[in-house]
């Protein structure tokens, strides 16, 4: 993939990513003007994914611009993990007592986008380092 495509890639996650920290931030941005829990709750079931995975998202395509070789590698490991990902994020649990075995949903976010970029870094260092630069004179 061309470095100009990631490049669009990366912006489209940035956005993502700010649309989550806005959501999940109603109370900051006066988003919630009436029935302010159910608002705000609603609005954080939406913006922590989004946040969490659009921030790990930016990140890698960050990587990747400076790595564009590495795109297709990274893409296999992608179109797996991506829709994965989001089935945990939609199926994760609320804790239901005061002392939960079950992590919050926040907590699941977390995870798995750490997961997603370790694995993803990992992915294109090896790919960076079986493809070697070409070298322009």
């Known amino acids: ?39 705000r709750d609603f609005l954080n079931n939406i913006g922590d994914p989004f946040f969490y995975g659009m921030g790990a998202l930016t990140l890698v395509f960050l990587v990747l611009l400076a790595v564009p070789h590495a795109f297709s590698a990274w893409k296999k490991f992608a179109i797996w993990f991506i829709p994965l990902a989001v089935i945990i994020f939609i199926t994760a649990p609320e804790p239901s007592g005061w002392v939960s075995p ?20 990992a992915i294109i260092a090896i790919a960076s380092l079986r493809k070697p630069h070409s070298s322009q004179i």
Request: proline share 3%; charged share 5%.
């Open 102 to 121: 079950i992590p919050a949903p926040e907590q699941v976010f977390q995870w798995v986008s750490g997961l997603y970029i370790l694995v993803s870094i």
């Open 1 to 39: 993939m061309s470095q100009r495509n990631i490049f669009i890639l990366f912006l489209l996650s940035l956005v993502g990513f700010g649309i989550g920290y806005i959501l999940t931030n109603s109370i900051l941005f006066n988003l919630c003007l009436h029935d302010e829990y159910s608002c």
